[in-house]
């Protein structure tokens, strides 16, 4: 299935609002009251879309239009980096096993490590889940763990370092040698990544 875009979601939107108008007995809420509930509610006012699929690079590009996660329970927010460490794929997983890393109640870690296929340089990937408190917005939780977040980070850096000194973040060099811009071009399958034809949409000069 195709990402809708932007005039199409513009006309639902309309459609729904024209909707909304002929029906007397809807009470409006205020935008703010509307996403709170519907991101605590068993029985969301808006249904979770179907069958929709959005590629990685479309979060950099086509953030603002991208629909909302609205229903909040049970999702994780996830923070992700990258290492590069001077040492084989073997002795690296092993003493990624051996390590332990102190983290906030219920937040958890996963650690994933590959050689880069491109590069043949060893990398892995440090990522920190934070279950979803159904009292906070998108914007209130990164707002509020971003911070302890980096705690972690820092925390996990000296974890990292005490084993490989000469280890280094490698965030952008992972995705600029390894994935390469826009990784959104290629979708997870049972068949493996395969090549879609999304494109970012070319940026005018002077657009923000």
């Known amino acids: 299935m195709g990402v809708p875009g932007k005039a199409e979601r513009d006309a ?20 703010e009251d509307a996403i709170h509930i519907t991101s605590r ?53 092993a003493e990624l096993e051996r390590m332990s890393f102190s983290l906030p109640d219920s937040w958890t870690i996963y650690i994933d490590c590959k050689m880069g296929p491109k590069t043949k340089q060893v990398f892995f990937m440090v990522s920190i889940g934070v279950l979803w408190p159904l009292d906070r917005s998108t914007t209130e939780l990164v707002q509020d763990v971003a911070p302890r977040v980096d705690e972690v980070f820092a925390r996990t850096a000296t974890t ?23 990784a959104g071009a290629y979708i997870a399958t049972d ?6 034809s999304w494109w970012p949409e070319a940026v005018e000069k002077g657009d923000d």
């Not at 068949?191 to 879609?196: N, S």
């Open 191 to 196: 068949e493996g990544l395969v090549r879609t």
């Open 160 to 182: 990292i370092r005490s084993v490989w000194p000469d280890a280094c973040r490698a965030t952008s060099e992972f995705w600029d040698t390894e994935v390469r811009f826009p």
């Open 12 to 31: 639902h939107r309309k459609a729904v609002l024209e909707a909304i108008e002929r029906e007397k007995a809807v009470e409006l809420l205020d935008l």
């Open 41 to 93: 509610s068993d029985e969301p006012l808006v249904p979770s879309p179907g069958g929709e699929v959005y590629y990685p690079a479309q979060l950099v590009w086509e953030y603002a239009e991208l629909p909302s996660p609205h229903y909040l329970k049970g999702r994780v927010c996830t923070f992700v980096e990258f290492w590069k460490v001077p040492a084989d794929l073997a002795t690296a997983r």
